[in-house]
């Protein structure tokens, strides 16, 4: 059974910084491409950030390049996003996702943590 984990939400400051981690577990975590997504309120979803399976290669949205840094570990089945610079249009449930399969997008997804960024 898939089951991924969301933790490190909460409420910044503007300017502040966040790390969410997302716990895998029930598959092997090594081999599949993984997705931090986010919906801020009344608004769709939007796609953070994409991370390979090795780590070494990733890409972000235009709203998040220079401030936000995809990784994981394999060895402990995690996935993190750092969020520096927060601003508040930050504000949002991000949900770690993982993919499909061949990088077609994802089909399982975290229960989500809140991000709130205010002052």
């Known amino acids: 059974q898939v089951l991924l984990v969301d933790s490190g939400g909460g409420m910044v400051q503007p300017g502040g910084s966040l790390r969410l981690s997302c716990a895998a577990s029930g598959f092997s975590f090594s081999p599949y491409w993984m997705y931090w997504v986010r919906q801020a309120p009344g608004k769709g979803l939007e796609r953070v950030s994409t991370?390979?399976?090795?780590?070494?290669?990733?890409s972000y949205a235009d709203s998040v390049k220079g401030r936000f840094t995809v990784s994981r570990d394999n060895a402990r089945n995690t996935l993190y996003l750092q969020m520096n610079s927060l601003k508040s249009e930050d504000t949002a449930v991000y949900y770690c996702?993982?993919?499909?399969?061949?990088?077609?997008?994802?089909?399982?997804w975290g229960q989500g943590t809140q991000v709130t960024v205010s002052s």
């Open positions: 991370i390979n399976p090795t780590g070494d290669s990733t």
């Open positions: 996702a993982r993919d499909a399969g061949y990088a077609t997008g994802p089909n399982y």
